[in-house]
């Protein structure tokens, strides 16, 4: 099993809390009941799996809770009729932890068999469902022809934005041939025209981030003049991704940088990424304004934050 799809495997497991028991064969029932008995197992990651460190007190727990749920996925994995069960359970779950410890374990199995429950879970005309189906997607790396075909169908068929925006969240720039990446590249900046800002934003970034050939510049100008500051904030991050430099880029970061209506986070972000644009002394002295008009209202505020 590769570390991402453990990764997502692990982090689902301990978001839906400890189901995993229920999974394995009779003879680790007691090993289970053992973590499901101790809340800090469900919450605190095994200190092998995640780099961060486990509190003594719950370190052997924690490190017994992904020893279940490495038992779990074996069990999945190598037993073809037990894995369809599992799949049918999940399908159905209606109880979120439930549904979360399952999902946990399908995505660490990541075979055949799941891609193709996912695929079918994603073209459900219930979102809830496809939202289910695209969880099990999310385990597969898109650099397998079948996996990329379905979240590039899902973001051409998807209707909901909430769906639509996660899809966009994870997608996750890979190395593949121009071809293959053609298709996702061309859902992205179809969506960078939707009505919904989440799913703008989302597709503002994820464009310029999967673009190779250099010519995002265009798009993330349009987008740096956006009504929604979500979707000025992923064109900013976009331009650091891309490495797009032009005067208008230039220009429309300098306005953001002195623009005393936005807030001082989303002014920084365009203040930083100015840094890697040529400067004249005129854009310099605007720099330098907005940097000082950056500091004073960030004074103010903490100013007015302090107690009286």
């Known amino acids: 099993m590769s570390p991402r799809r453990f990764g997502f495997a692990l982090l689902a497991a301990l978001a839906a809390g400890i189901g995993i028991g229920r999974l394995l064969p009779r003879d ?6 053992t973590v499901a008995a101790t809340p800090a197992a469900a919450a605190t990651p095994g200190p092998v799996r995640v780099p961060q460190a486990p509190s003594f007190a719950t370190a052997p727990v924690a490190a017994r809770g992904s020893e279940d749920l490495d038992r779990a996925i074996r069990r999945a994995a190598q ?5 369809r ?7 159905f779950a209606a109880d979120l932890d439930r549904r979360g410890a399952l999902l946990a ?6 075979n055949d068999e799941v891609l ?3 695929r079918r879970l994603a073209g459900d005309a219930d979102p809830a469902v496809r939202d289910q189906g695209y969880a099990l997607l999310r385990a597969f790396p898109l650099d397998r022809a079948e996996a990329r075909a379905a979240i590039a169908d899902g973001l051409q068929r998807e209707t909901d934005p909430a769906l639509l925006a996660q899809l966009l969240g994870g997608l996750e720039p ?6 293959d990446a053609a298709p996702l590249l061309e859902r992205a900046v179809a ?6 800002p989440a799913v703008r934003a989302g597709a503002v970034l994820q464009s310029a981030r999967w673009n190779r050939s250099g010519d995002s510049a265009a798009l993330l100008e349009r987008a740096l003049l956006d009504p929604a500051a979500d979707v000025r904030a992923a064109a900013v991050a976009g331009i650091e991704a891309s490495g797009a430099r032009t005067p208008r880029l230039r220009d429309a970061l300098l306005d953001l940088a002195g623009d005393a209506r936005i807030t001082t986070e989303q002014r920084r972000a365009a203040l930083f990424a100015l840094q890697r644009f040529a400067l004249d002394r005129a854009d310099y002295a605007l720099y330098r304004q907005a940097e000082a008009g950056i500091a004073a209202a ?3 505020r903490d100013a007015a934050a302090m107690p009286h």
């Open 28 to 33: 680790d029932a007691g090993t289970a009941a």
């Open 79 to 83: 037993d073809p009729a037990h894995l």
């Open 85 to 91: 069960e599992l799949l049918r359970e999940y399908a």
């Open 105 to 110: 374990v399908l995505q660490g199995v990541a």
């Open 116 to 118: 193709q429950a996912g």
């Open 174 to 179: 890979a190395v593949l041939a121009d071809e």
């Open 191 to 196: 969506l960078t025209g939707h009505t919904d």
């Open 298 to 300: 960030e004074a103010e």
